[in-house]
Antibody, heavy 119, light 107 residues
């Protein structure tokens, strides 16, 4: 059974940093691209970042480019999102999501971790 | 960036009725469009990918159609568990984008 478990969320001040983790199980982690998608309170889904299976290529939304870094540790089946220079508008539930085998859609999602940026 | 516009914002229907949701892209995404369902307090669930292919375990009452810029998600007969928010999503280009969502609520 595929499982994705996010951790690392919490309250951080504007300008601060936070690192999210997503621990995966139930599939061969290194074979799949992974993504982060966020959802601000009461709002819609907002794609954040993606990384290929081997970690060689990364993609970012313009809103986080230069501030966030996606990475992965395939030996420990873990995905990361390093977030710097956090802003109030980064407040959201952050989901990690696994890419579908046959296309770059998201077939499994974690339960999400809440990041609150506030003074 | 490809903008996806969903209509209507809210759809008020009764169980057993047919739901038709629209997603329009600001430029062609070919058939690279998916649909997700999100129930309150839950993570999204993939329903449809490549415009018309049902994801694993998705009931046949869910169907998708369209190509290019205009897409439709149809729920043939609403079950109580289908009242939720639905999002379209394009994987044609970076950055990936989602529509703003359509809420299907009980009339």
């Amino acid at each position: 059974e595929v499982q994705l478990l996010e951790s690392g969320g919490g309250l951080v001040q504007p300008g601060g940093s936070l690192t999210l983790s997503c621990t995966a199980s139930g599939f061969t982690f290194s074979n799949y691209g992974m993504n982060w998608v966020r959802q601000a309170p009461g709002k819609g889904l907002d794609w954040v970042s993606a990384i290929t299976g081997g970690g060689e290529t990364t993609y970012y939304a313009d809103s986080v480019k230069g501030r966030f870094t996606i990475s992965r540790d395939n030996s420990n089946n873990t995905l990361f999102l390093h977030m710097n220079s956090l802003r109030a508008e980064d407040t959201a539930v952050y989901y990690c999501a696994k890419v579908l085998t046959t296309g770059y859609y998201y077939d499994y999602w974690g339960q999400g971790t809440l990041v609150t940026v506030s003074s | 960036e490809i903008v996806l516009t969903q209509a209507p914002a809210t759809l008020s229907l009764s169980p057993g009725e047919r739901a038709t949701l629209s997603c329009r892209a600001s430029q062609s995404v070919s058939s690279y469009l998916g649909w997700y369902q999100q129930r309150p307090g839950r993570a999204p669930r993939l329903l449809i990918y490549d415009a018309s292919k049902r994801a694993t375990g998705i009931p046949a009452r869910f169907s998708g159609s369209g190509s290019g810029t205009d897409f439709t998600l149809t729920i043939s007969s609403l079950e109580p568990e289908d009242f939720a928010v639905y999002y379209c999503h394009q994987r044609s280009d970076w950055p990936r984008t989602f529509g703003q969502g359509t809420k299907v609520e009980v009339k």
